[in-house]
Structures are given as C-alpha cells and as structure tokens.
C-alpha cells in the first residue's frame, strides 16, 4: 500500500524523535520560593524549564532523586514541595534521558523576600522607582521578630509576607494604594518602640541593578592588551599548580565555597556548557539559573572565576587551579528581585550554607552625591529614606557576620561613580568599616609597553573608579565576556564589578590553602603582596585621589624609606598565595 508524504513525515518524526529531543537543550531559568516563605517546617519551590519534553523528568537535589510525589508540573514549571526535615541546601539539576540541565543552588535556609510586581511599584520624587506596598522592618533584637512583626501586622492592616529572621527583618505588605497612604504608614511604623528600621526598597522589579555606568570613551581600554597581567593571573595558576603538590613540603588544599550575588549565567557558551548536569569537588563546580544573554553581568562576573580556558571568551582563574585544587563550589544567587533586601537575604543564606567568600559586585549612591570632580553622580542612585534604611540593614548583616560567622569575607566593588568610596552618607555597602569587608578598586594597563609589571606606572586608575582610603585594594577592571560559539572573542566590558572577583577569586585560593586566615590576616597579605601603581602622596588627607589607601611601612617590613610607601595597592595573585603558604607552614 503506498504511503502519503504525510505518513513517511510522522514516521520518520517518530523514528528519530529521541534523536531531536537530545538535541534541545535543558535549562533550568528559575527556581525561586513561592507560597508561604514564613513556613519552617516545609517549603515550596517554583520552577521554570526550558526545553522540557512530555516524557517524564528526574529532579536530583545534592546528587539524590528527589520523591516524584515531591515534584508536580504543568508545562514547562514546575512547583517542588519540600520537607525541611528530610533535605539539607544543595544543587538541583533536573535530568530528562541523556540531558541534564544546569544546576541551581536550592537553600534549606529560611531567609527570603518579595519582590514587587510591576504594578506594584511608582516613581517617587527623586523620579527613582520604589515600592508602593512592600516594606521591610528591622525588629529590635530585644524582641521577638516574628512574634512583634505578626503584631504589628495586625495593628496596622498589613501581612508578614518574607524574612531573613538571622537579622530579625520581617517583609511586611501594606494596606497602601500610592506612596502618600506608603508614606504615612512608614511613618507610624517607624515611630513604633519595637522598630529599629524601617526599609524602604528602591528598585526596579526586573532591572539589573548590579550593571556599571556608562564609561567615557576616554576610558575604554585597548581591546587586545592584557589587562590581567598587571596582577600577575598567569603567574599565580603557575605557582598553585606547581607549589600545591610539590615533592617537598606538599600542601593538601581545602574545597572552598564562594557565593556571587548575581543573577544567572548563560550556560549556552563555551565558557559554562562544560558545568551542566552534576558537579561536586574537587573540581570547579558552578551552580546557577540559566541566562539567555552570553555577555550579561552574572556571566561575566562569575566568568572571571569559573570560565572554561581555551575556548576563547573569559578565562576563570580557579578552574585554572582545578588540577591541584580540592575544588571550589561557586554559587551563584540573587533570592528574588527585590533589590538591596533580597541580596542581604541571599547573602545570609549563602553564608549558612557554609560560603567562606562572598562577592558583592554591586553598590549605590545616595542621591546628591558628587564625583571627584564635583559634579552629579548619575548612576545606582537612592533616595534619603532608602539610603538610611539600607544602612541600618547593613549594619545588622555585618554585626550578625562579626558574632555568628567571624571567619566570613565579603569582597565589594568600590564602584563606579568617579567618586569617593567610603563616605557613609553617599555609598553603600563599601563605606562600611568592618575587617569583614574588603573593597576594590579598578585599574587598566597604562599606554607605557616598555614598563615591567612592577613598575608603578604599569598600570593606571580608571577614570571611574570610585576612590579613596576605603579602598583595600585594586584590580584590572576589564575583561572579555563569554560568546556563545567557541574559539571567539568576547566583547571588553569593564568596571569594579569586574575587579571585584579577581580579589575573590585569589582569596579563595588563599583560603583553600589555608582555612585558618581571618578576614583581617587576609586583608593583611593582600596588601603585604600587593604590587603598587600611582605617585607617592605621602599620606595625604582622605579627600585627596589616592586611588587606594596608601601602603603602611609596617605593610613593607617596617622600612620607612621603602619605595612603596604612600603609593596605592595593587593586587599580586602570585605574591597573595606565596604569602598564605608560608602562613600555613608557619603552623605546622
């Protein structure tokens, strides 16, 4: 009997439809916590995947299937139902035949907020975006937070919809139509005993508030110099690669956990296909929501730390030490949309979940704040009353970190406003004075190619970065983004959120060979090590230029006369983790 083109199509469809649906690839784009946040004793997850089939798919979470009865889809989501009592934090991957998707980080731990709709939000009069009925209250340690934020609650109308309970922060949603009924309400809370803060967020509910201000064309660096030079990467793969097993007096190298407070990552590149479906130390592993963008900020930033080397793009500097590394667990999570609340909250997670080393390649201006040059800074901007709300928020995160979690470091960006760094009333978070906090600085390579790389005038500040005595250190600012095909050259993007996990990444290495460093030891060797770039000033008053804060002559052993004295620091990969090995053999 002859067949119709139509059956042969069906049938050759059928035949090879195995064939096809290995070919789709299967991301997993969101997996965020959904229904009652507040819930201890369950929790329910929401997930959205890319290139499902109608077959049947296996969750794994930290390697183990989960219950099918755990998991219900309808489509592409699905919506995963959890009982605290029998998961602990871990990556999930979701597996369909030969595919397997990228691998989130999913938190057993209990701090998470929401974020607002679209049309939940206005312009207030700064013209800044802001959150109509979302607000956030910093209960005073004294009392019970969720006890007194249920009270409150009840007393003024409103619902306890989120938390981070480590800080006794209570999301509450208002009975409030516009920002005057907001305003009146922030008000009375405000003026309640039992409230420290109130935290009003400013943001846009799906704006990458972490993207840099726009640069100059002044400031545009020469695409094929090599920027990472300046702090000798290749230099310091070297060293760890070779120094980590040596015949003699070999070292045995801790796995680390580093967190990035970033959005998502875009595994269909060169740099990221190689992380997809399961991953434990002692290799890199990276654990993030897929991104359909290669050149997007998360990509970029968590690039520079775990980016596969030789397929042209970026180039990560600890997948580069994978051969004598215990590996390196690098997550990558932001918690939800709502802004400054949601990264403190993601960050509170990360931190209980055991990460070492958080970097935050993020920052705002309070609105008013003026560049070195004393005009407008234009960029990251905030209201007043968000900027002292954020501040107090701050403040309880970094003395939470000082009590319960002493050995934590959070990396930060300087940031990018051509202005000055640690003035509190016009910068956060790297105006903060903590030994917990380390803040970066951006440079380039100069125009001079005669010059050896210790030389100070190798390298140059950028013209926007943010400066001054509360700057710890610097690093390159630029650096190539991912590409989707292979063997191709990605666009030069540049900024401190892009110095920012240079520092992260050596500090990791530093502490995977020697967990025992404190913050404040670390800080210490990296400025001990630092190269140096700029002219001397000589200890000049905090409002001069200097990029960094100067090197001490107790940073040079002491020597007044040293020649690096008064200049600023510029960070040394290969120096940086000499140092932490002769600290670890000093303990032996």
């Known amino acids: 009997m002859p067949y119709s083109l139509a059956t042969f199509s069906a049938f050759f469809f059928l035949a090879f439809s195995p064939l096809v ?22 929790s329910t997850w929401c997930a959205e995947v890319r290139g499902l ?54 938190t057993a731990q209990g701090s998470h ?80 005993t039992s409230v420290d803060a109130v935290v009003v967020e400013e943001s846009a509910p799906e704006k990458n508030e972490e993207a840099d201000a726009p640069r100059p064309v002044a400031d545009k660096p020469d695409v094929d110099s090599d920027e990472w030079a300046a702090n000798r990467f290749l230099d310091a793969v070297n060293y760890y690669r070779r120094r980590i097993p040596a015949s003699q007096a070999p070292l045995h190298p801790q796995p680390m956990r580093i967190g990035l407070i970033e959005r998502d990552v875009d595994f269909d590149t060169a740099d990221f296909a190689g992380y997809l479906g399961d991953c434990s130390v002692p290799r890199t592993c990276v654990y993030a929501r897929d991104a359909q963008k290669p050149d997007g900020h998360g990509t970029t930033v968590a690039g520079i730390l775990a980016a596969a080397w030789d397929n042209g793009g970026n180039t990560g500097f ?18 939800s949309d709502a802004g400054i609340t949601a990264n403190i909250a993601a960050s509170v997670n990360l931190v209980e979940d055991g990460v070492r080393v958080l970097n935050w390649s993020w920052g705002i201006h309070r609105v008013g704040a003026k560049n070195v040059n004393g005009d407008d800074v234009d960029s990251l901007l905030r209201s007043g009353i968000a900027m002292s709300g954020y501040e ?16 934590v470091i959070v990396i930060n960006s300087a940031g990018n406003g051509a202005s000055f760094s640690g003035t509190d009333e016009y910068r956060l978070p790297s105006s903060f004075i903590t030994d917990q906090l380390l803040v970066v600085g951006g440079h380039q390579r100069s125009d001079r190619a005669d010059l050896s790389v210790d030389d100070p005038a190798y390298a140059v500040k950028r013209n926007s970065s943010n400066i001054d005595m509360r700057v710890d250190i610097t690093a390159s600012a630029c650096v190539h983004a991912s590409t989707q095909a292979p063997d191709q050259t990605g666009a030069v993007h540049c900024g401190t959120s892009y110095a920012t996990p240079m520092v992260t990444g050596v500090v990791a290495a530093m502490l995977s060979i020697n967990p025992d460093l404190t913050p404040e030891q670390l800080r210490m060797l990296l400025r001990r090590s630092a190269l140096t770039l700029g002219d001397n000033y000589d200890f000049e008053p905090m409002d001069a ?18 020649k690096d004295v008064g200049r ?21």
């Open 21 to 42: 649906d290995a070919q789709v690839p299967l991301r997993l784009e969101r997996l965020n916590r959904c229904g009652d946040l507040l819930d201890r004793e369950h």
């Open 53 to 106: 089939t109608p077959d049947t798919a296996t969750l794994t979470l930290d390697g183990k299937p989960l219950p099918a009865q755990t998991v219900q889809r309808d489509g592409d989501s699905l919506n995963i139902r959890l009982n605290a009592r029998d998961h602990a934090s871990g990556p999930l991957v979701v597996k369909q035949g030969d595919r397997s998707s990228n691998a989130v980080w999913l």
């Open 113 to 192: 907020v929401v974020a607002a709709k679209p049309n939940e939000v206005a312009k207030n009069m700064d013209g800044l975006t802001t959150y109509v009925d979302l607000v956030s209250l910093l209960i005073e340690e004294d009392h019970d937070g969720r006890q007194e934020a249920t009270r409150l609650a009840a007393k003024y109308g409103a619902t306890v919809v989120g938390s981070i309970a480590p800080l006794n922060l209570y999301q509450l949603r208002l009975p409030a139509k516009n920002l005057v009924e907001r305003d009146a309400l922030v008000l009375r809370l405000g003026s309640e």
């Open 318 to 335: 600890l997948k580069g030490l994978d051969p004598a590394s215990g590996g390196f667990e690098v997550i990558v999570e932001r918690n």
């Open 392 to 407: 107090e928020l701050l403040e309880e995160f970094f003395l939470w970190l000082r009590k319960e979690h002493p050995d």
């Open 545 to 562: 230029e200097d990029l960094t804060a100067p090197i001490l002559p107790s940073e040079r052993d002491h020597r007044l006369n040293d």
């Open 568 to 588: 600023s620091a510029r960070l040394d990969m290969q120096k940086a983790l000499d140092l932490a090995v002769q600290s670890r053999l000093r303990v032996r």
